[in-house]
């Protein structure tokens, strides 16, 4: 029989698998391949005697057993390209919070992935941390002893409803990258120090790009968006020296050092402090510009793989 596999009937797998919420493609297609015990490029495996005028999603509706509906609901992305839409959140591909996944799906170590947005990054009802440097579920380490952390990303929400995915997009990047420079140059905050003592023990030290690094910041980087996303205290950072005085002084009582900077990284600090407040206000006047294009793929479900149980 000639025609291509478009066209070709597709038979219902025996396992039927729910989609997560969110979840991305790729990630779907790998869980029915292992419920069913399939390779997932035999998932779409067509009839050899019947032909069917169905598109992809209603295919693999038939092959998944769920509604289309449902899929197409469940997984933002399914079929489509990601077109670009003003006022919309970057997005990437990261593991859900591994305890909504065991209780949606009754089974406990299970990965998957699913779209989010940057500013998610700790599961409140659950208290994990879900966000950057965690490339496992078992490394969203549980934040029932870090109330200040679970409270910062509540904290962040309510910024992000009231000012925008544009502007705090802009607070969040500038502000992140912040903190990573102070800490090179030797900033040091007593809050942060006592987190990474918790988180660990032994002596205190994390290697780079490990999720307690991030963690042990996130209040401070949450506070710092606070600051930036404030339309009165851009004004007065953008203001002459006088006025840029208040806003220093603004920004050490919410985060007071634990000790003082050297000379030159001062001059760096003053001088960043403002150059922050100027890209902030950039973005704050600019048209909304559809920047949700910009999201990141998701691994191929050729090439990912689950990193194991938790």
């Known amino acids: 029989m000639s025609g291509t596999t478009d066209f070709w009937l597709v038979r219902p797998l025996p396992m039927p698998v729910k989609p997560f919420p969110g979840e991305t493609e790729d990630s779907y297609l790998w869980r029915l391949s292992q419920r069913n015990k399939i390779p997932v490029q035999r998932l779409m495996a067509p009839s050899s005697w019947l032909l069917s005028q169905q598109d992809y999603v209603s295919r693999l509706s038939i092959v998944s057993g769920q509604p289309r509906d449902s899929l197409v609901k469940a997984i933002p992305h399914l079929g489509k390209t990601q077109k670009g839409q003003s006022g919309r959140p970057r997005q990437h591909a990261s593991y859900a919070c591994r305890r909504c996944v065991a209780q949606r799906t009754g089974v406990p170590d299970q990965s ?69 420079s102070m800490f090179q140059r030797g900033y040091r905050l007593s809050d942060r120090a006592e987190r ?41 950072a953008l203001a002459g020296d006088e006025k840029f005085e208040r806003f220093k002084a603004e920004f050490n009582r919410r985060l007071p050092q634990e000790r003082a900077l050297r000379t030159t990284t001062r001059d760096w600090f003053l001088t960043e402090l403002r150059q922050i407040a100027v890209r902030v206000e950039a973005v704050a006047g600019s048209p909304q510009l559809p920047i949700f294009a910009a999201a990141e793929p998701p691994p191929t479900a050729q090439t990912w793989r689950p990193l194991g149980p938790d």
Do not use: M
């Not at 032994?202 to 600051?227: H, K």
């Open 196 to 236: 990474l003592r918790q988180l660990s023990p032994v002596n205190g030290r994390v290697r780079p790009f490990d999720p307690r690094r991030y963690v042990a910041v996130y209040p401070e980087i949450v506070e710092t968006i606070s600051l930036y996303a404030s339309p009165h205290w851009r004004k007065i």
């Open 112 to 180: 998957v992935w699913t779209w989010a947005s940057r500013h998610d990054q700790v599961c409140i009802p659950h208290r994990l941390w879900i966000g950057r440097a965690v490339d496992s579920p078992s490394r969203q380490f549980d934040l029932t002893e870090f109330p200040d952390v679970v409270e910062a990303q509540g904290r962040h929400h309510r910024l992000l409803r009231r000012h925008g995915n544009l502007l705090l997009d802009a607070c969040y990047q500038y502000g992140s990258a912040f903190w990573h």
